[in-house]
Structures are given as C-alpha cells and as structure tokens.
C-alpha cells in the first residue's frame, strides 16, 4: 500500500523541529528575494524531490531525455554526487566515472549524443553550457535533482514522490526522510507519483490524489517501473525476465536507496533471491568484491547476479570478480511508465513548454513555418515560464 516505506523514528521530532525551522527560513528568504533565483533565457526543467532516498530521478530524466533528443538539443546538468572533481566538468566519451558521478556516467553511456555536465553551483552550470563553445546552442537544459536548488528558477518545475514514501505521511529529518516540510510540493508544476504497483486500483488513484491536496495550476501524474531485458556486463546474451525460473537463486546486488521494490518485483519469477545491499551510491572496494564471489560462490545452481544499471557501471570499474561471477552477472534497465493513458498529456506538456521558449528546435521550427512572416518580432527571445503562468 501506499506510504508502506516510511519509518518515523519519533524520539527524534524535536531535532526535526529545529531542522524544518531552519529549512523554512531559507525558503522564507527566497520568497522575500532577499535570497535571488535566476531565470535564464535558454529552457530548463528541473526534476528532483523532497525526500532523502531515491524516488526514480534517473529514469524520470532518461524519459525526458528520450521524448527530446530527437527534436532538440539536449543537456543534462547534475550535482554529479560522490564524483572525485570539483567545479564544472563537461563530460565526453572518455570522462571516466570518478570525475562525474555514478548516475551522469549512467547518462552519457546510454545518450553519448547528449550533452551531460556536472556543477555542484547549478546556476554556474547553466551559464558554462550556454557559453560552451560546443554546447552553446543548447535548446533545453534537465536538471537531476535540482527541486532544493532554488537558486535556479526552473520553467518546469517536476517534483517526485515515491508511492511508497509518500510525502503526506512522512515527517522532516531525522525523524523521517523529508527534507523541506511537505507544504514545499506548492512550488511543483509537475507531481508525480512513481514506483507505483501497476495493479493500482482506481480508488486508490481517488485517494492519493485528494490526499496529495494540490493547486489548480499543479498536474498530478502516476507512472510505475517497466523492465527490459537483463543486458550481460562482461559479454554474452541478454535474457528475459520470463527465462528466470522458479527454482532460480538470484543474489539481488544493489548500492541504491530503495531496493525493495526491484525485490517485491522479482519474486513474480522466482522467491529464492539473496538480496546483497549497499548503501546508496556505494563505491565498491576490492572487499566488497571478495564478499560477492564468496556469497554466489555458496548459492546452488542454477543461479544468477542481478544488479541495477547504477551499480553496474561502479562494478565494472573494479576487477576480482570470478569467472563464475562475471559468467553470469546481468544489470536490468529500467524504464518509468505512465499509468492511467497520461503518457501522451504529459508529452504534450514538456514539448509546448520547450516550443514556446526555444527559438532553435525542431518543435519550434515546424511550428514557425506555419507562421506568418510579420509574426517574429524583436525580444521574443526564448524565455524561462511556469505553468502557473500559462
């Protein structure tokens, strides 16, 4: 059910209280302009959440990434978390995975025509890559996990909440995972409900919804998880989750927020999984790597390693797997599915919003050709807008 997730430790709420106070007098100073967020002329878009953990960003970036690459010029801007650099780092098809992070690797790997940068400092970023010689003709800029980088003021402000960590039921750090109190969902255009089991009920769309309790100018969407083939990361065939059998053991190896999941997905095939789990973002050590040949070593056979494409590209970086491990260990791509027919709503939504203030796209070109000449005036140049003010 929805909200299963979520733990309230609740002898720490007094320190939550301290924490949401200080969180609401920085929101506060940005409401006031005592603190500035800036607006850029080139398109951007922000996705991100209010919770500590994962929410399903990635996937949620990569499906923006893929509805606007053909019709755009692309960039993505991320913190680039656990990278070994600093400043801004343009990434190419040799950056290794130390200098931009686990999840931009991830990226540029899948999407080596897209442009993927990292910037702690999102507003420095934004400026780098419309200035980047390169880049600088950049039609719409995706920030990763930007929605408490208010510095930047997002056209498109996407906010995700984790069905099974709703927002609703949730308290601030550290008594629970909230970062910014709840009433922080208001600055969303975009709120979306993710992970969701894909029997969802109707009734259960009807209460989330009244419960999550938003604005008129706010859409509220629902998507789930939708897997694709087990893809081999030393060589080899990829494989079904349909081929997994039911006497299949499976050591489960994951280095992300929420695990459980991928699991409770995973037993449709078979119940005999091992869940081997790191912490979020776990940069994996040759111990670490010793302990995994150990456990699927002692597992009968048949057996198989599943991990996430995350994990995948951290293991790939480190050597001493067996030969066994490396024989049969697969990553299992991800992709998000919109639920209730909204799939094409939600297109609709990005792409107008990037026709109206890119000048460069192949959007924005198709629809000036039905234009009359007069119709280009000076200073219409492209413009960051919120929904709210369509």
């Not at 106070?21 to 940005?30: D, E, P, T």
């Not at 890559?129 to 995706?142: F, M, P």
């Not at 629970?176 to 255009?189: I, Q, T, V, Y």
Request: glycine share 6%.
């Amino acid at each position: 059910m929805e909200g299963d997730l979520i733990k309230i430790n609740e002898w720490l709420l007094p320190l939550s209280w301290i924490y949401g106070l200080g969180v609401k007098v920085r929101n506060q100073l940005f409401e006031l302009g005592l603190l500035k967020s800036r607006s850029f002329k080139v398109p951007v878009i922000a996705v991100g959440n209010i919770t500590v953990g994962g929410s399903g960003k990635t996937p949620h970036v990569e499906y923006l990434v893929r509805l606007l690459k053909s019709q755009c010029k692309v960039a993505v801007l991320s913190r680039g978390y656990k990278r070994k650099s600093r400043g801004f780092v343009l990434a190419d098809s040799q950056t290794p995975m130390r200098v931009i992070g686990d999840e931009p690797f991830q990226m540029k790997k899948k999407f080596p025509d897209v442009d993927v940068a990292v910037d702690r400092d999102r507003c420095h970023g934004i400026d780098r890559l419309t200035s980047n010689e390169v880049v600088k003709d950049i039609d719409v800029v995706l920030l990763d996990d930007a929605y408490q980088h208010r510095y930047v003021k997002p056209g498109v402000n996407i906010l995700l909440v984790d069905y099974h960590r709703l927002i609703i039921y949730d308290k601030l750090l550290p008594a629970g995972r909230l970062r910014e109190p709840k009433d922080g969902k208001s600055r969303a255009d975009i709120v979306i409900i993710t992970k969701c089991p894909p029997e969802l009920k109707p009734i259960e769309y009807r209460v989330i919804t009244k419960a999550m309790d938003l604005f008129p100018y706010q859409e509220l969407y629902f998507t789930t998880l939708a897997y694709e083939d087990m893809q081999p990361l030393y060589g080899g065939a990829t494989r079904t989750l349909a081929s997994i059998t039911a006497n299949e053991q499976i050591l489960l190896l994951t280095g992300i927020a929420s695990p459980k999941q991928l699991m409770n997905d995973l037993t449709a095939y078979t119940h005999n999984i091992t869940p081997m789990t790191f912490a979020d973002h776990h940069q994996f050590t040759q111990r670490d790597i010793r302990r995994i040949n150990k456990r699927f070593a002692s597992m009968p056979s048949p057996k198989t390693i599943i991990t996430t494409e995350k994990d995948a590209v951290r293991l790939l970086a480190m050597e001493g797997l067996s030969d066994e491990a490396k024989a049969n260990i697969y990553q299992l791509p991800i992709r998000i599915k919109f639920m209730l027919e909204q799939e094409e709503d939600f297109n609709k939504k990005i792409t107008g919003y990037v026709q109206k203030n890119s000048r460069n796209s192949i959007l924005v070109k198709a629809k000036n050709d039905h234009k009359p000449n007069n119709s280009h005036r000076a200073g219409n140049g492209p413009r960051t807008i919120s929904f709210r003010n369509n």
